[in-house]
């Protein structure tokens, strides 16, 4: 049985009316599908062509069991450039990297689940992110001209014969489910890029369109908000966001800390590192949070020496 997706909600009526982004491009350019282990090449060029039949333009393949042939190009069809651009990463880590806000879809519920969303509900929080992240005022460089900063959004997609791992699972800072039959809720990975896309595209028209209109916009947020619990969702940025490896390297100093303070066992950390780690998404931290921190946590870990 699926778990009943937590929802999310901004507070619309104190929220700032913010579209930073000026077009649905600008919106879809923040945002990467990410396709972990695939073994099929045509299942690369098929989500291709989902991705640019709803605008978005940036794929990376992690580790694929075998690379992008004329079977990919063919199921691509008009999509075939985003097969010339795609980014081949030989891991996970390091193709989010520099994002600041991670999805996975997953069919099922999995050990130590982060926030399940609908496609809906995560269009929702991509576009909130993209804008609040937008408001931050970048300092001035040399030159005198303002610096710019463009979030950067994945959505992980995982292997045709099991999806992905609770490891890659874990990476993620909310878990997308897909409403399907109960009986049968597994789509191939390129039909689930189409129907996510979908819901991101048609989000991004009516974001974009309602830019223009407070009190269009307000209803807008007011009808996404219904049947829905509160969670924290940050809004007032005026640093960026840390980086997917800027958290996982907090999460490794934090649980370096732990145990080199007799709070936990080297040899059987057992599930702290994903709840380190899933603590560190609900935080929301920005860059000069994750610097304070840093030097917290190497101040301690320098003061008191190891046992011998």
């Known amino acids: 049985?699926?778990?009943?997706?937590?929802?999310?909600?901004?507070?619309?009526?104190s929220m700032p009316i913010n579209h930073p982004a000026t077009s649905v491009d600008d919106y879809l350019s923040c945002i990467q599908v990410v396709m972990v282990n695939t073994t099929l090449?045509?299942?690369?060029?098929?989500?291709?062509?989902?991705?640019?039949?709803?605008?978005?333009?940036?794929?990376?393949?992690?580790?694929?069991?075998?690379?992008?042939?004329?079977?990919?190009?063919?199921?691509?069809?008009?999509?075939?450039?985003?097969?010339?651009?795609?980014?081949?990463?030989?891991?996970?880590?390091?193709?989010?990297?520099?994002?600041?806000?991670?999805?996975?879809?997953?069919s099922r519920?999995?050990?130590?689940?982060?926030?399940?969303?609908?496609?809906?509900?995560?269009?929702?929080?991509?576009?909130?992110?993209?804008?609040?992240?937008?408001?931050?005022?970048?300092?001035?460089?040399?030159?005198?001209?303002a610096g710019t900063h463009k979030p950067n959004i994945a959505i992980l997609f995982g292997r045709e014969d099991r999806g992905l791992t609770n490891e890659e699972?874990?990476?993620?800072?909310?878990?997308?489910?897909?409403?399907?039959?109960p009986a049968y809720p597994v789509l191939n990975v390129a039909s689930a890029v189409q129907v996510i896309a979908s819901f991101i595209f048609a989000y991004a028209q009516t974001h974009t369109q309602t830019a223009t209109s407070p009190k269009a916009d307000a209803d807008s947020d007011k009808a996404a908000a219904r049947s829905m619990i509160d969670m924290t969702l940050r809004q007032q940025w005026d640093e960026p966001a840390i980086t997917q490896q800027q958290q996982q390297q907090l999460t490794e100093r934090m649980t370096a800390l732990m145990v080199q303070h007799g709070l936990a066992d080297s040899t059987n950390l057992k599930s702290l590192p994903a709840r380190l780690s899933r603590l560190g998404s609900r935080l929301q931290l920005d860059q000069k949070e994750y610097q304070l921190l840093s030097a917290l946590i190497a101040k301690l870990l320098k003061d008191r020496p190891q046992s011998s």
Do not use: W
């Open 169 to 181: 699972l874990a990476y993620a800072d909310y878990h997308i489910q897909i409403d399907a039959n």
């Open 41 to 106: 090449p045509a299942n690369i060029g098929s989500a291709a062509r989902a991705m640019h039949t709803m605008g978005l333009s940036r794929l990376t393949v992690v580790d694929p069991k075998r690379p992008i042939d004329e079977t990919s190009v063919s199921h691509a069809a008009g999509g075939h450039e985003l097969l010339s651009a795609a980014v081949i990463a030989p891991t996970l880590e390091s193709a989010i990297a520099d994002c600041q806000l991670v999805f996975a879809a997953s």
């Open 1 to 13: 049985m699926s778990q009943s997706p937590l929802s999310v909600t901004t507070s619309p009526s």
């Open 109 to 145: 519920s999995r050990h130590m689940p982060r926030p399940v969303v609908t496609p809906t509900q995560a269009a929702k929080i991509i576009f909130d992110f993209i804008d609040s992240q937008s408001t931050y005022q970048p300092q001035t460089t040399q030159d005198n001209t």
